[in-house]
């Protein structure tokens, strides 16, 4: 008989393969990287099917069929403003907060200059003017 890897219950598995399924595409999203953003969409791919494969064979509702439940799991992994909670990776940061990415800011789209520490330097061609903000009260535009 071979022995399971895992010692979590089914209903622990399908809620952390939604979790997984979510930060994966938050990944193929941020990622310039032909190669990186292929990589990602094949992750989702497969998590997609072991999700559906659960919740078909355990009457479940999943992030695919169920809009709160959608909205439950991102509240989880993403603040109000969208940044997220979960611990990002080095080259998940590097890409998140490069030059030349657009940020929401006051209702505005700013595009980023430069970080500084826990502030950024956003610039606004509409405004035409550069301002340094808290990290925490942007939100990356994907």
Same mark, same amino acid.
């Given at each position: 008989?071979?022995?399971? =890897? !895992? @010692?979590?219950?089914?209903?622990?598995?399908?809620?952390?393969?939604?979790?997984? *399924? /979510?930060?994966?595409? $938050?990944? !193929?999203?941020? #990622?310039?990287?032909?190669?990186?953003?292929? *990589?990602?969409?094949?992750?989702?791919? #497969?998590?997609?099917?072991?999700?559906? @494969?659960?919740?078909?064979?355990?009457?479940?509702?999943?992030?695919? =069929?169920?809009?709160?439940?959608?909205?439950? /799991?991102?509240?989880?992994? $993403?603040?109000? $403003?969208?940044?997220?909670?979960?611990?990002?990776?080095?080259?998940?940061?590097?890409? *998140?907060?490069?030059?030349?990415?657009? $940020?929401? *800011?006051?209702?505005?789209?700013?595009?980023? @200059? !430069?970080?500084?520490?826990?502030? /950024?330097? /956003?610039?606004?061609?509409?405004?035409?003017?550069?301002?340094?903000?808290?990290?925490?009260? =942007?939100? !990356?535009?994907?």
């Amino acid at each position: 008989m071979k022995r399971k =890897t !895992r @010692n979590i219950s089914i209903a622990e598995y399908f809620l952390v393969l939604q979790k997984e *399924y /979510l930060i994966a595409d $938050f990944r !193929r999203k941020i #990622y310039y990287n032909p190669k990186d953003k292929a *990589y990602y969409q094949k992750v989702m791919h #497969y998590k997609k099917e072991k999700i559906d @494969n659960i919740a078909a064979r355990n009457h479940l509702d999943s992030i695919f =069929t169920n809009e709160s439940k959608l909205e439950e /799991l991102k509240s989880e992994l $993403f603040d109000e $403003f969208g940044v997220p909670k979960f611990d990002m990776t080095v080259k998940d940061l590097r890409n *998140y907060y490069a030059f030349g990415n657009e $940020f929401s *800011y006051k209702g505005e789209i700013w595009v980023l @200059n !430069r970080v500084i520490g826990n502030k /950024l330097e /956003l610039f606004s061609a509409k405004e035409n003017k550069i301002i340094e903000v808290d990290r925490k009260y =942007t939100c !990356r535009i994907l």
